[in-house]
């Protein structure tokens, strides 16, 4: 078999929830990059490149484009798509720091891989060791009583783990998780997340002002680079710290655990380049004894079928995962995945198993 054409193209999905925002800025909209691999067989893969907002990536739709039309797609036409690390390699010989759009490739070969032989995805890799994972929902940093009534009204649909933005003001952020404890009673588990908002001082001074209120979790707390300030975050407070942007790869994954920045690791798709890279990361952690779950990126069905295909094939995994974002999202094209009282299972079909509107992102054909 081998690969004869690559087309990406983009789609926009509309955010539902209103004023969603993190303290890096807010996006209502998402542009996604839908890609489709074809080969000499007539079996054809699709996937997803999540760009991101440009102040969280750096990057936009527009190189995404570029790169996977014009040098990514052309470099691998004629090869065997089963050889995924030499295409990885290839990719990665042409351009450095493009993990996103890699993302987008990694995935339609997975779900090409996965119909050519006619098995799920996970079983690409290892199979399932569990048969579906504990979703983490997020909520945006709205104020602290509409984020109260809005994670009352998820905690209802059957959720169980919340993650919450924060990163305004001391007094507004303690209130924030002050007064969804009180809205969700002493059961749900609670991260709370500030995307870089703080200096190390700052950040413990508030997540100590927060442990009456039972915090599981703290992600992300000082800037990506500031390694020194989030060690010494992790050494202040009750709650183990997760490293977000901090980590796009193994190396940056071996560089935290030997600062002893953060008790836990983000796992993403988009960000580290695909399953096969970020499986990667996850044998380092694994390696070092530090716990993982598997982040998010605003998107569609297909990323989090993606997502939970490989959240449920790690062996160390415990901690809920942020599988369920699609929810929020209108224009999704995919469909045949859906989240059950709080809990995601991988679809049943050949490759991610998630239908796609091959019409609908302009790919059909």
């Not at 933005?165 to 969804?180: A, P, S």
């Not at 970020?278 to 716990?291: D, L, N």
Request: aromatic share 4%; hydrophobic share 45%; proline share 5%.
């Amino acid at each position: 078999m081998k690969i004869t054409k690559v087309r990406a193209v983009t789609h926009e999905v509309q955010n539902l929830i209103t004023g969603w925002k993190i303290s890096l800025g807010t996006k209502d909209t998402h542009e996604l990059i839908f890609v489709r691999i074809d080969t000499d067989e007539k079996i054809f893969g699709v996937g997803v490149a999540s760009p991101g907002a440009i102040y969280i990536s750096g990057d936009t739709g527009v190189h995404h484009l570029e790169l996977i039309n014009n040098i990514f797609g052309p470099a691998i036409v004629g090869m065997d798509p089963f050889e995924l690390e030499a295409i990885i390699r290839k990719l990665e010989s042409l351009a450095r720091t493009a993990e996103r759009a890699m993302a987008g490739i990694d995935l339609a070969l997975h779900d090409l891989m996965g119909k050519a032989l006619g098995l799920p995805a996970n079983k690409l890799f290892g199979g399932a060791v569990r048969e579906g994972v504990r979703v983490n929902r997020l909520m945006g940093m709205y104020p602290p009583q509409e984020m109260a009534e809005k994670c009352k009204a998820v905690v209802h649909k059957g959720y169980t783990a919340l993650k919450l933005k924060v990163g305004t003001t001391l007094k507004e952020d303690v209130e924030r998780v002050q007064r969804v404890r009180d809205a969700v009673g002493p059961d749900v588990m609670i991260t709370i997340d500030f995307n870089q908002a703080c200096s190390a001082k700052e950040a413990i001074q508030r997540i100590q002002k927060m442990e009456p209120y039972d915090v599981a979790i703290v992600e992300q707390p000082v800037k990506a680079a500031d390694l020194k300030g989030m060690a010494l975050v992790r050494q202040s407070v009750q709650p183990r710290v997760m490293a977000d942007e901090s980590v796009n790869n193994a190396a940056e994954a071996l560089r935290i655990i030997e600062s002893g920045a953060a008790d836990i690791i983000s796992l993403k798709i988009p960000k580290m380049g695909g399953i096969f890279k970020v499986r990667k990361v996850a044998a380092v952690c694994e390696a070092a004894g530090i716990e993982y779950l598997v982040g998010t990126a605003p998107g569609s069905r297909l990323l989090d079928a993606a997502n939970v295909h490989l959240a449920v094939s790690l062996r160390n995994l415990t901690l809920p995962c942020e599988i369920g974002e699609f929810e929020r999202m209108a224009n999704d094209p995919c469909s045949g995945l859906e989240i059950v009282e709080g809990i995601s299972r991988p679809p049943q079909a050949p490759g991610l198993g998630v239908e796609v509107d091959l019409v609908k992102v302009g790919l059909a054909g």
